[in-house]
């Protein structure tokens, strides 16, 4: 079985500020690693995506995320904060075997405050 | 660029009555997926589609529920028998198929919200 577990339900930070948002997966074998944010009222639109490589993953409106095996986490990153980045994001999981089913996290709200 | 849509984007029954929802993937992407989010989670896998083929179920996809995915292009899901526990986010996603099944990505509509009264 797979898992994801978002420790914080909300996080708080200055704009201008770095924000860390953070996940950790269990699985059984090599994950897939995602971030997806949701807006109100909306689907959820794709972030960053870890496969293999590099474990400092870019992705889009200057986010990043860090694979980082021995400690199983994926948190997500950003160096300056905005207030438009207020929303409920999401880690998932995915075995790189299998059907490509996710697994999702309960998510995270962001507050950015101005 | 379409991406994924999903049709209705609201829809209010009664309980007892049966809804279906439809959802048009991305042109060209085999795989098609269903979740559902309830308020507070995150999106729990339904089913999955390559195809036409129904490959995967969740335990969650009770007899109540059935998707279908007739021509390979939009799918639909019908729940029976409406109860309150329904009321829900479904979302739709689909994702292209790429050779050993890497790096592809899901990409989600804006999901239809069914309350059950």
């Known amino acids: 079985a797979q898992s994801v577990a978002q420790p914080e339900d909300q996080v708080n930070v200055a704009e201008g500020n770095p924000l860390t948002v953070k996940c950790t997966y269990s699985?059984?074998?090599?994950?897939?690693l995602f971030w997806y944010v949701q807006y109100p009222n909306r689907g959820l639109q794709f972030l960053l995506k870890?496969?293999?490589?590099?474990?400092l993953v870019k992705g889009s409106y200057g986010f990043e995320a860090e694979f980082n095996k021995s400690q199983t986490s994926f948190h997500l990153k950003k160096p300056s904060a905005l207030v438009s980045d207020s929303a409920l994001y999401f880690c998932a999981v995915r075995l790189l075997t299998g059907y490509s089913t996710l697994t999702f996290g309960k998510g995270t709200m962001l507050l950015v405050s101005p | 660029d379409t991406g994924v849509s999903q049709d209705p984007r609201h829809k209010i029954t009664k309980r007892g009555q049966n809804v279906t929802f439809r959802c048009d993937p991305i042109?060209?992407?085999?795989?098609l997926y269903w979740y559902r989010q309830t308020l507070g989670q995150g999106p729990e896998f339904l089913t999955y589609?390559?195809?036409?083929?129904?490959?995967?179920k969740s335990r969650l996809l009770s007899d109540r529920f059935s998707a279908e995915r007739p021509k390979g292009s939009f799918s639909t899901l019908e729940i029976q028998r409406t109860e309150q526990g329904d009321s829900a986010m479904y979302l739709c996603?689909?994702?292209?198929?790429?050779?050993?099944?890497?790096?592809?990505?899901?990409?989600f509509g804006p999901g239809t919200r069914l309350l059950v009264l």
């Open positions: 589609f390559q195809n036409e083929a129904q490959l995967e």
């Open positions: 996603a689909s994702s292209p198929t790429s050779s050993g099944r890497t790096q592809e990505t899901q990409y």
């Open positions: 870890y496969i293999t490589g590099d474990n």
């Open positions: 699985v059984s074998g090599n994950p897939y």
């Open positions: 042109s060209e992407h085999n795989r």
